[in-house]
């Protein structure tokens, strides 16, 4: 079982920055598929970008070259810099935590473990 909570989240000015920190908790996450994404009010949820445990890095592309994702194992902690905001990018920040296990025989076993959320808001 893995917990995860977010912080960093808060009221920021239009161009402006902050950084989103997700300790997690229970079990190292060193193996595990970590994630942000966002859920701004009265649409789905979004991903905004992921770091795998291969160290690939996936964004989405109205995030790329504004925000950075990174990991610290030895914290056990996942990062997202977010620089240059923009009023669009205000919504629930949410930490998540994914990955897949083979249990032979065919059988996978898949774990997800989602933060509470933080809220960024951006004024204009």
């Known amino acids: 079982q893995v917990q995860l909570v977010e912080s960093g989240g808060g009221l920021v000015q239009a161009g402006g920055s902050l950084k989103l920190s997700c300790a997690a908790s229970?079990?190292?996450?060193?193996?595990?598929?970590m994630s942000w994404y966002r859920q701004a009010a009265g649409k789905q949820r979004e991903l905004v970008a992921e770091y795998d445990s291969d160290g690939n890095i996936r964004y989405a592309d109205s995030v790329r070259g504004r925000f950075t994702i990174s990991r610290d194992n030895a914290k056990n902690s996942v990062y997202l810099q977010m620089n240059r905001l923009k009023p669009e990018d205000a919504a629930v920040y949410y930490c998540?935590?994914?990955?897949?296990?083979?249990?032979?025989?065919?059988?996978?076993?898949?774990?997800?473990?989602w933060g509470q959320g933080t809220q960024v808001t951006v004024s204009s």
């Open positions: 229970g079990s190292t996450v060193s193996f595990y598929r």
């Open positions: 998540f935590a994914n990955k897949f296990i083979d249990r032979g025989g065919g059988e996978l076993q898949i774990l997800n473990y």
